[in-house]
């Protein structure tokens, strides 16, 4: 039994943008995991440099400078909690307001 990717390898476009989310955040890691997505949404960008990181891999696409640029010691740290929730928050609130009755 093959990998998925043997019979559909990712197009330029797709590893491209995967290569774009490397740029995003920290990747979440083992002593920093995602948290589980019933307690609080997770940062996007941390979960889709994360994602990119495993897409990259699997394909055969990672490099020493995909290495570089997911763990750049420069990048912004991750967001607080605090700041996510509030995000969360006004997302369920707007959307609430526009919910219509069943």
């Keep these: ?4 990717f043997q019979d559909n390898p990712p197009t330029p476009e797709e590893i491209a943008k995967w290569r774009a989310d490397l740029t ?3 990747p979440y890691t083992e002593d920093d995991p995602e948290p589980d997505f019933f307690d609080w949404t997770p940062d996007p960008d941390r ?15 990672w490099t020493e400078e995909d290495e570089r640029i997911a763990f750049d010691p420069s990048k ?20 609430f307001k526009k919910a219509k009755p069943l």
């Design 24 to 26: 995003r955040g920290w």
């Design 1 to 4: 039994m093959g990998s998925y």
């Design 47 to 61: 979960s889709a440099t994360t994602d990119s990181i495993y897409l990259l891999k699997a394909t055969g696409n």
């Design 76 to 95: 912004p740290p991750p967001r607080p909690l605090a700041e996510l929730e509030a995000e969360h928050d006004a997302f369920l609130k707007e959307l």
